[in-house]
């Protein structure tokens, strides 16, 4: 979205950095990507990881124009899990670049790109001293959960998922346990939840109640609606800090240390 009523929260699709020491790892490549390659490059990172919770488009739409894959000294590897097995993360990239949908194939990329694939559950170590969980979510035609270990912090990025009410969603619950910041697909409100029921997204209050049952300490609402603007998340965010004083309202670029 664009426009003076997006302008506070911003309103790129989904991007994710993490940062752990010197290890820089992305979670999905919606528009938000392309504004973070470009920062990356005035940086000496020349290395990152990426991993997709899933393919739909605002996921994955910022990767064409994701600087470091068009600089011959960056290595770049990119994963993903949620087709577990029917496609691999390669054909993913291949199927979004070409025409008549895009001009030009992967192939034009000059880094090092290594296509990684993996199972929902499996354990990973995308770094000395990182320790990365993964897990099954609610949404059509898959995602994948992810839980960052490093440094005795947690972070668990929890998008896109569908919950269904009156439960906690015990693989949700097992990624985010005493997590130091829980980021949440918080699309909708428990009010609208009936409206767009199988869509595959959740609410601000379900983020709540996951977090109190699992000991979180900072929750993130994210992936909003289009149809929130900036005068609805911030009543939102006054909604949810009642409720639970550490819930942020995810704005573009927007910064949390851990
Ligand atoms: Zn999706
Ligand atoms: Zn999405």
Known sequence: MSGPAFDRYGGNTICIEVRCGDEVLFFDAGTGIIQAGISLMSQTTRKLSLFLT???????????FFVPLH??????????AHMEGRMTTRQIIEGLMQPPFFPVGPNIFKAAVRYDDFMPGDV??????IVMRTGRLHHPGGSTGYRIEFAGRVVAIITDTEHTPG?????VLELIADADLFLYDSAY??????????FGHSSWQHAIRLAEAANVKDIGLLHHSLLHADDDLDRIARLACERFPRAHVVKDAQIFDV
């Open 54 to 64: 899933h393919c739909h488009y605002d996921h994955i739409q910022g990767l064409p």
């Open 71 to 80: 600089k011959p000294d960056m290595a770049v590897s990119i994963a993903s």
């Open 124 to 129: 990973l170590e995308p770094a000395a001293g």
């Open 167 to 171: 439960e906690l969603d015990t693989n």
């Open 189 to 198: 409100c428990d009010e609208e939840m009936q409206k767009y029921s199988g």
